[in-house]
C-alpha cells in the first residue's frame, strides 16, 4: 500500500503535521512542521521533538555539535567570565585544540555523543600514545562542558557517567614515587650550584617548597626578614593571551595564586635568610649599576636588567647546569618534592606540610607517604644479621 501524503516539497512528497513548540515575546504561537514518507512517522517526528522540549532541552540541541558548542562555550562564556585566569583559558582552549577539534568526535552531534562513544574516544587515544594523565585532564575538562551542555538544556545527563580513564600496569598513576633528589644528590646539587647564575634561587626552591611561578613572582615586600617568613599571594605566569577572533600573542603577568590554599605564609630557615640577605644586596647593587631605583616592588629574584627571571629561560639554564655537573635531569618540580620528603623524614606531620606547600588537603599531599615506607624498609633490614 502507497504511503499517504499530503504535501509536496523540492519535488518529493511527504506527510506533514504542525505543533506548537511555543510563543513569541508578543504571544504569537511558534509553530514547526514535522516531515515524514507518511502519517506515523511525522507524528513520530513530532512526539519526539514535543518530548525533548518537556525534558527541557535546547530546542537546538539537534544541530550542535559537540566541537561547535565546545568553542562558544569556550569563546562565548569562560575567556570573558571574571571567574577564569587569562592563563587557565589559554590551558583549557589548548586542550580543546589538542584532544577535540582535530578528531572526528568534534563534529558529532551533541546528541550522539553517548558513554559508550567517549571511551572509545579515550581509548583511542591512549593507544595513539597519549598517557592517561593527559586523558585525565581532557575528562576534567569534559566534565565541566558537559555541565554547562546540562544547565543549557543541551542535555540530560553527562554522558561521562560511566566511563574509565585508560591505563595500564606499567604506567606510572596519581600513587606513583615522586622523582626526588637523595640526600648524596643534595649534597652534589648545593656544590654545583656555586657560581651559578641562579644559585640562590634554586637554594629558595629546595629550602621553602615553593612553586616556580610563586619564586619568580617574589618581589622583596614578600620578605619580612625579621619573622623570617615569605609571603606567597602572587605567581609569575607566561601564556597565550588569545583574543575573541582566535589570535594570541604571548604575556607574562602576575596574577593570583592557583587556589585559595595556595595563598601561604611560609617559614624560612636560618640558613635561607642568609641566603636572601645576600640576594638583596645583589640586587641592590645591580640597580645601582643600572642607574635604576630599588624598592620592595622589585623581584626577588631577576635577569641582568632587573626585570623578571623569564620561566622558559630558567630551565633550559636549570637543565644545562645539571648536565654540565653529572646530575641525572629532573623536573624543576623535583625541588619541590623534595623539600617535602624531607620535612617528612624529620618527622614533619602531613597536616603542616599540606599548609607549607599550599594543598588543599591533606590527601594531595600522601602521595609523599611512600618516603615513610621506603625508610621503614630500609630500618627492618638492619635486623637480617640477628637471623
Known amino acids: 500500500m502507497a504511503n499517504k501524503t499530503n ?67 569556550l569563546y562565548d562564556f569562560k575567556r570573558v567570565s571574571e571567574n577564569i585566569k587569562p592563563a587557565t583559558f589559554s590551558r583549557y582552549e589548548g586542550i580543546y585544540r589538542k584532544y577535540i577539534q582535530p578528531y572526528p568526535i568534534a563534529n558529532l552531534k551533541l546528541s550522539e555523543v553517548k558513554t559508550v562513544v567517549i571511551q572509545r574516544f579515550y581509548n583511542d587515544l591512549f593507544e595513539m600514545g597519549y598517557t592517561s594523565a593527559s586523558i585525565r585532564t581532557l575528562n576534567s575538562l569534559l566534565r565541566n562542558f558537559f555541565t554547562f551542555a546540562i544547565e543549557q538544556d543541551y542535555i540530560v545527563k553527562s554522558p561521562l557517567k560511566g566511563t574509565t580513564i585508560p591505563s595500564n600496569a606499567g604506567e606510572l598513576t596519581k600513587d606513583r614515587k615522586l622523582d626526588v633528589y637523595t640526600d648524596d644528590e643534595i649534597v652534589q646539587l648545593k656544590k654545583a650550584l656555586t657560581g651559578y647564575i641562579h644559585e ?91 642607574g635604576k631605583p630599588f624598592n620592595d616592588d622589585v623581584y626577588v629574584f631577576t635577569n641582568s636588567q632587573l626585570s623578571y627571571v623569564d620561566a622558559r629561560a630558567l630551565l633550559r639554564s636549570y637543565k644545562r647546569m645539571l648536565h654540565r655537573n653529572n646530575i641525572r635531569e629532573r623536573d624543576f618540580h623535583s625541588l619541590r618534592h623534595t623539600y617535602a620528603t624531607q620535612l617528612i623524614r624529620r618527622g614533619v606531620s602531613i597536616e603542616i606540610i599540606a599548609e607549607l606547600l599550599g594543598h588543599s588537603s591533606t590527601e594531595i599531599t600522601k602521595i609523599y607517604a611512600h618516603i615513610l615506607d621506603d625508610d621503614k624498609q630500609k630500618a627492618v633490614e638492619k635486623l637480617n644479621d640477628i637471623f
Open 7 to 73: 504535501c509536496i516539497m523540492h519535488g518529493k512528497e511527504y506527510y506533514r503535521v504542525r505543533a506548537t513548540v511555543g510563543k513569541k515575546p508578543d504571544g504569537t504561537p511558534i509553530v514547526k512542521a514535522f516531515l515524514g514518507k507518511n502519517k506515523k512517522e511525522a507524528e513520530q517526528k513530532r512526539d519526539e521533538y514535543l518530548y525533548q522540549l518537556r525534558l527541557g532541552l535546547n530546542i537546538d540541541f539537534d544541530k550542535a555539535t559537540l566541537g561547535h558548542l565546545m568553542h562558544s562555550w
Open 200 to 290: 640562590n634561587l634554586i637554594l629558595v626552591a629546595l629550602g621553602t617548597g615553593l612553586r616556580q611561578g610563586e619564586l619568580l613572582g617574589l618581589q622583596w615586600k614578600h620578605i619580612n626578614f625579621d619573622k623570617k617568613t615569605i609571603t606567597v599571594n602572587q605567581t609569575l605566569k607566561t601564556y597565550s593571551d588569545i583574543k575573541s577572533d582566535g589570535t594570541r600573542s604571548l604575556v607574562t603577568a602576575l596574577q593570583t595564586p592557583k587556589s585559595k590554599h595556595s595563598i601561604r605564609v611560609v617559614p624560612i630557615p636560618e640558613s635561607l635568610v642568609t641566603v636572601l640577605n645576600k640576594q638583596k644586596a645583589s640586587t641592590i647593587e645591580k640597580a645601582a649599576a643600572l
